[in-house]
């Protein structure tokens, strides 16, 4: 398998209607629909009176089943708010304030505490940035991989195991069959990324929220992960939200790519239209930067900026 980024082949192009940001028509199969998604948050300045903050801007998305939806965006752009409100999920201090986020055929929002507890670790999971603060470091790495599963009851724990370690293979982990044995401190950064996917794919969701989940990682770990994370997506056919405000990353696994600026959907397309013909200015200076940055310049070349 090839360690070069390199971008996805045989996108189509999209028509014109779908790039306008939320005029997204229903498909027959359809996951999940986040409908003029509103977020809010209450901020306290100093010796000034409480208010209210927007941080997520009437947004609306779409993804099918068995695709991958890029969420990139420069930081504060609202990529891992807009990727936790798709579990029902607001950090502290956090609100949904509008809209609609519906998962197979269902709002998830009007399902109560009990129903995001039915929803979250068989629905929908999630790869979080950081996999070390993820893991109970007292506990062997196969019982939290199998734990979502047995607790939702999508099999025996013999099941459970059996498809764990299949996971473990597919995700390139050494010792797949005793790796599960060890505890969280025993195995690399890159392999315990590896054990969280696997712990989320484990239940067999329909939806994997990705969230940044190569960025604590060395450059040659990030490619062995990422290769790993790609194939196990397209093996096992689950959709996937993957937040990262790397192109060269969102290239490798995504179908389509949604440009987000100040918690707005500025752009939205299939991946090679984004990377080689995008149609808005702040999408068309994301590309021209991730372009300097791979190119190699002369000493003697005045610098390069953007002024947006």
Known sequence: MSKELALLDGRDD???????????????????????????????????????????????????RGKVLGLIGESGAGKSTIGLASMGYGRGGVRITGGEVVLNDRDILTGGASGMRRLRGREVCYVAQSAAAAFNPAYRLMDQVIEAALLHGTGTRAEAKIRAVELFKKLNLPDPENIGRRFPHQVSGGQLQRVMTAMA????PDLIVFDEPTTALDVTTQIDVLAAIRDAIRDTGVAALYITHDLAVVAQ?????????????????????????????????LVSVRRIAHEQRDCDSPPVGYQY
């Open 201 to 204: 794919l484990c239940s067999s």
């Open 253 to 285: 696994v995504a179908n389509e790519i949604a440009v987000l600026r100040h918690g707005k959907l500025i752009e939205r397309g299939v991946t090679q239209q984004i990377i080689n013909n995008p149609g808005e200015q702040y999408t068309r200076a």
């Open 14 to 64: 999209p028509k014109p209607s779908e790039r306008a940001p939320g005029n997204w028509p229903e498909k027959p199969d359809m996951l999940l629909n986040i409908r003029n998604l509103r977020i809010e948050a209450t901020v306290y300045p100093p010796r000034e009176s409480p208010r209210n903050m927007i941080l997520v801007h009437d947004v609306s998305l779409t993804l099918e």
